[in-house]
């Protein structure tokens, strides 16, 4: 699973990683050579305050993700997406297709939340809290330098012979990437069904879940191919987010930033080379070791400027800052800055429009709240049985028969029963005596409706019904009743 040997060395840059030094390198991709064939990244093992701190949350966050199906409030999962149930489940709450509307919300809340941080703070969320970022430079990264070393030993790695310890290596390496990449999709089958459904798959005999096995094979290849084969590429070439980044960037944008007026003319630091010498050469505080680019997971050099491939990782700062320690310069040649702060010297700023864009995320998110605390309790559906007309029932009264469908949104379970507004009929629930809809459930049972005909006003007579629990009017539904004409 390795690819050809062409990234600079902690030594200096090998002519094949500067391949894409060209003078059109924004019509390039870093990790594509010319002819369109794939560089392989062998990204060297950062080290730097930025990474211990990125460290640390990620820690964090992929804890909070293989714990969050586990976590219940009030009975429901923190989080549940089922599908093929529709039923999702957010911080204990327990939405229906019927919230649909507030789905909707949440979504565009959502989005509108990417673009003002987008707009203020660049690609922050695809270097610090992106799941595909975390596991692969926390987790599967780190994994391949414990076993095949750093990055310079991986690339002699890839080009010594097969030999028994090579095989050994790269076996391992791969056996434990599957691994991982099971785990991980059983904990997003989790967030499916919920992981009392999980743990009663994991127990019951793997016949009677073929289907469901191979679906969860499936999806361990799918991350295995991305965490051991695309990797970089799917920010690259799949995620649509640094695409589209562009219409949301400008130059007051928050982004890891290479100081041009500052580091540039590039030159080699030489051993007890005067500062002032160096000034009066016109040359900067770079000196051109690559360590930005030797440590960037992407393959990409930050001092061509901002780029697509870009992720915010840090990576290059803490390289760099290492750098100008050495030859006793002060860090922050590359550092978070926006351009307008480079070239000009500006502090960030509220711009016009991260204001607007607040405004809209302000409103979404005041609506959203308002739908959730404004949600019925309770909602029911009437619906008429297929295939059935009205029936003749007894004292001469005409009955519908009706499927109905009771959403109990609250936590504990509830005694629902169904009264007529008016008194020329009555509602009769099949089956058992009490209507019992347990909480955060969905129910269903049959109800004959019984009119007397002179209550009738056409062959479709509009109803209303009264929907009770407790005791209490939750809601009111409106159906037809289909007599005989008139």
């Given at each position: 699973?390795?690819?050809p040997v062409d990234q600079p060395g902690p030594a200096g ?80 709450h327990i939405f229906w297709p019927e919230d649909g509307i ?272 404004t949600r019925a309790d309770v909602q029911a559906i009437f ?104």
């Amino acid at each position: 699973m390795s690819g050809p040997v062409d990234q600079p060395g902690p030594a200096g840059p090998q002519t094949a990683a500067r391949e894409v030094d060209w003078q059109d390198f924004r019509e390039h991709l870093a990790t594509a050579h010319k002819d369109g064939r794939r560089r392989w990244v062998h990204a060297k093992q950062p080290a730097g305050k930025w990474y211990r701190w990125r460290t640390w949350m990620s820690w964090a966050l992929i804890g909070g993700m293989f714990a969050g199906p586990f976590i219940r409030i009030n009975g429901n999962p923190l989080l549940m997406f089922n599908i093929v149930e529709r039923r999702f489940a957010i911080l204990g709450h327990i939405f229906w297709p019927e919230d649909g509307i507030i789905f909707a919300v949440a979504m565009l809340t959502f989005f509108a939340g990417i673009m003002i941080f987008t707009t203020a703070f660049g690609r922050l969320w695809c270097g610090w809290t992106c799941p595909q970022t975390i596991m692969m430079e926390m987790v599967f990264r780190k994994l391949e330098y414990l076993i095949e070393g750093d990055a310079h030993q991986q690339r002699a790695l890839d080009a010594a012979p097969w030999t028994a310890a090579k095989t050994a290596k790269k076996l391992l390496k791969h056996a434990v990437f599957f691994g991982l990449s099971f785990l991980i999709g059983n904990t997003l089958l989790s967030y499916i069904i919920g992981s009392d459904d999980l743990r009663h798959i994991i127990a019951d005999d793997p016949k009677n879940h073929l289907v469901g096995l191979g679906a969860m094979v499936l999806f361990t290849l799918v991350f295995y191919a991305i965490f051991a084969r695309f990797r970089e590429q799917a920010c690259t070439f799949i995620c649509p987010y640094g695409r589209f980044q562009s219409a949301l960037l400008d130059e007051n944008t928050m982004v890891v930033a290479y100081d041009h007026k500052r580091g540039e003319q590039r030159a080699p630091w030489k051993r007890d080379q005067r500062l002032e010498l160096r000034r009066a050469e016109a040359k900067g505080d770079c000196v051109d070791c690559h360590q930005c680019v030797a440590v960037c997971p992407t393959g990409i050099d930050i001092r061509d400027g901002i780029q697509m491939e870009c992720v915010n990782c840090t990576a290059c700062i803490d390289a760099c800052d290492a750098v100008m320690e050495k030859v006793g310069r002060p860090g922050g040649l590359i550092r978070y800055a926006s351009s307008d702060g480079i070239d000009h010297g500006h502090p960030l700023r509220f711009t016009h429009r991260m204001k607007l864009y607040a405004v809209i995320l302000t409103g979404l998110i005041a609506l959203f709240v308002f739908l959730v605390l404004t949600r019925a309790d309770v909602q029911a559906i009437f619906l008429r049985a297929p295939g059935t007309l009205f029936q003749q029932a007894g004292e001469g009264r005409i009955s519908n028969l009706y499927t109905v469908k009771v959403i109990n949104k609250t936590h504990r379970d509830l005694s629902v029963q169904f009264h007529l507004d008016r008194d020329e009929g009555k509602v009769v629930v099949l089956g058992a005596k009490d209507f019992i809809v347990p909480g955060d459930q969905l129910a269903e049972t049959s109800v004959l409706v019984e009119l007397d005909p002179k209550h009738l006003t056409s062959s479709t007579t509009p109803l209303a019904i009264g929907v009770y629990a407790d005791g209490k009017r939750i809601e009111t539904v409106e159906t037809a009743f289909i007599g005989p004409r008139k």
